[in-house]
């Protein structure tokens, strides 16, 4: 089956500007599940969303916003860009959510902001 | 909210058993314990994941003691190919829980 796409694979955007990666999951996978990571910080949750609502959100600022649609598919999008928010951006989905069930990831947005 | 630690690097020899281990001491009652794998520019990929005791599938065990405040991934005669950085994963649903990924350890595999 396929596997779970991201889209753009990279991505260069200049601070203040706001961007929206898109995260394709898994047919049949209801939960998908945003991360970031640098190497300063390794891998960050964001959020998680099942079933169009957001379920779960880790510690960052309100500027980092998703949603999920219909058909499970989701965006993330990060208003204002800080030059601190160059990062790898992965999405994963799972059918029930990542801490108890298998998550497949994707192979990620590069964000750069200069 | 549960901080977990892992050794940053490791190192093995082919053929060899590999075992890291992630201490997690604030883990909480419904978290469960994940462990990945994440090569060069991909995503990470699941290796095997727990709640207690111990677990085994086709390519990893994950020891996971009473208190649950560590727990260890055994690979099993490792090969080249499982260069790569490990992560554990600690976490559970609910809107007051949060995903806590380890630091990761990176492991190099030798001849």
């Known amino acids: 089956k396929a596997g779970v796409t991201q889209t753009p694979r990279y991505l260069i955007k200049t601070r203040g500007q706001q961007v929206t990666l898109s995260c394709s999951p898994i047919s049949g996978h209801r939960s998908v599940s945003w991360y970031q990571q640098t190497p300063g910080q390794g891998l960050q949750f964001l959020f998680e969303y099942f079933s169009e609502t957001q379920r779960n959100k880790g510690n960052f600022p309100g500027r980092f916003s998703g949603r999920q649609f219909s058909n499970s598919r989701s965006e993330m999008n990060v208003s204002t860009l800080e030059l601190g928010d160059s990062a790898l951006y992965l999405c994963?989905?799972?059918?029930?959510?990542?801490?108890?069930?298998?998550?497949?990831f994707g192979q990620g947005t590069r964000l750069t902001v200069v | 909210l549960a901080k977990t630690t892992q050794p940053i690097s490791m190192d093995s020899y082919e053929g060899q058993e590999v075992n890291i281990t992630c201490s997690h001491n604030?883990?909480?009652?419904?978290?469960?314990i994940t462990w990945y794998q994440q090569f060069p520019s991909q995503g990470p990929r699941f290796i095997i994941q727990g709640y207690k005791t111990k677990v085994t599938n086709e390519v990893a065990s994950l020891f996971i003691p009473a208190d649950r405040k560590s727990s260890t991934l055994s690979l099993p005669r490792v090969s080249l190919s499982d260069t790569a950085v490990y992560y554990c994963?600690?976490?559970?649903?609910?809107?007051?829980?949060?995903?806590?990924f380890g630091t990761g350890t990176r492991l190099q595999v030798t001849l």
């Open positions: 994963l600690v976490g559970s649903t609910g809107t007051a829980s949060k995903l806590t």
């Open positions: 604030n883990i909480a009652t419904n978290d469960y």
């Open positions: 994963a989905s799972s059918s029930q959510g990542p801490w108890n069930t298998e998550a497949f």
